[in-house]
Every structure is written in structure tokens, then in C-alpha cells.
């Protein structure tokens, strides 16, 4: 029984992994624009210590780096990883620039979307991708 969990737990990370790369190559060699899926702040907003404070807790490494955030869902095809495969560009591209920055995933479905699912999710997109989990209020108050 174990081992049938484990089983199935390694072919979702593996397939998930899977359609990142794929998703990557695509939006490498297609060039596509996303530019629908992405929303500029008109202007900028100051983050409570609160929210502050959970982005600290998503890297520990480093607290006084940028941190870019994104919001999504593990089982979404078309936006969140191609979202997650830009952030994962600009974290690299910020690297080979020594601009201190990383990347953090926030679930908006956080039924589905577990610890172990997040954690697998977000390898596939490098190191410099992090992920945070809130439920009910605390989703909404973040």
C-alpha cells in the first residue's frame, strides 16, 4: 500500500515535471505572448509586516533579497506555468546580473494543492522558486 502511494506520488511529480520543460521549450522556441495574463499595479502598495513576514518564511536564505510573487494553482494548464516559467527567467537572469531575487509561488487552491504536491511543483521551475500554503482567512488576509 505504501509503496503504490509512493508510486503514484513519483509519476505526478514526473509528469509535472514533464509539462514544465515542455512548457518551457514551448514558450522558448514559440516566443509566446502572455502579456493578457499578467496585471501591472497602477501604483505601488505598501505590504503589511504581516505579509512581510510570510514572505521571509517562504526562503529563509536570504531575507533581504526581492522577492517576486505569483499566485496560482498546481492543476492549472495554461497560465500558472507559463507565469511560473517567466518568474524562473528573471530569477536567472537577475543571478547572472548578482541582483539578489527569488521567486515565490502562493496556491490559491490550497485543497489540492499540498505541501508535497507545491514542493514538487515548484522544484520543476529551479531553486530560486519558493512556495507558500494558507487556508481559508489567512489566504484572504495575504
Request: aromatic content about 10%; charged content about 20%; proline content about 2%.
Amino acid at each position: 500500500m505504501i509503496d503504490e502511494k509512493t508510486d503514484n506520488m513519483k509519476l505526478r511529480i514526473s509528469r509535472s515535471y514533464c509539462f514544465q520543460v515542455i512548457t518551457t521549450l514551448f514558450l522558448i522556441f514559440v516566443q509566446a505572448d502572455i502579456r493578457a495574463a499578467t496585471i501591472t499595479l497602477s501604483r505601488p502598495v505598501s505590504l503589511q509586516a504581516e505579509t512581510i513576514t510570510h514572505l521571509e518564511q517562504a526562503d529563509t536564505t536570504n531575507t533581504n533579497q526581492w522577492k517576486l510573487v505569483v499566485f496560482g494553482f498546481t492543476h492549472c494548464k495554461d497560465i500558472c506555468p507559463m507565469s511560473l516559467a517567466n518568474l524562473s527567467m528573471l530569477v536567472k537572469a537577475a543571478a547572472s546580473e548578482q541582483i539578489e531575487l527569488n521567486g515565490v509561488f502562493v496556491t490559491v487552491d490550497p485543497d489540492r494543492d499540498t505541501e508535497e504536491i507545491l514542493s514538487g511543483y515548484t522544484q520543476g521551475f529551479g531553486s530560486g522558486i519558493t512556495y507558500l500554503r494558507f487556508e481559508g482567512e489567512e489566504l484572504e488576509h495575504f
